[in-house]
């Protein structure tokens, strides 16, 4: 999918800065200069089955506690889902992972998961399906993100842990 033309067809019109290319939370401290939103980190995930994948956005310092997740969303034991189911269901590689995935996902084989701090932030930050530029989303720009691919968030506090 055109990700620019599915957001300017739906009025969505986020900022959008280059960078380098940047593949971790660290890296993007480093390589990605302050900019407005929230930063975020985003989890592909999938239950023991293989059977349910999640795209789960925290806010970007966050250790994520897979196994109380896990049970928060009654999906049993999580691991990191592979680079090629990435690939199957979200059309993204490693390094590229986003919210904004969800535009690739018309099967609706994912399931969003954002945490409550991110939900309530005015806006926050997303990779455009590559890792090489941020934009800015505004929460508004996110609700109508979501409505046009057909995507409802689940929000909840995402349990954190050291990991």
Known sequence: MDLPAFLAIHGI??????HPPVMTVA?????????PGAKTKNL?????????????????ALAVDLNALGEALAAGRLSFASPERLHRH???????VSLLALVNDAAHAVEFVIDRTLWGAPALQA?????DATMILAHADLRR???ATGHVARVLDVPSGSR
């Open 27 to 35: 890296e993007s401290e480093r390589l990605v200069p302050p900019l």
């Open 127 to 131: 990779h455009p399906l590559r890792n």
């Open 44 to 60: 592909f995930l999938r239950d023991r089955k293989g059977a349910h994948h999640f795209l789960v956005t925290v806010p970007h």
């Open 90 to 96: 979200l059309g993204i590689t490693p390094g590229s």
């Open 13 to 18: 019109n986020p900022g959008c800065h280059a």
């Open 145 to 147: 993100f979501l409505a």
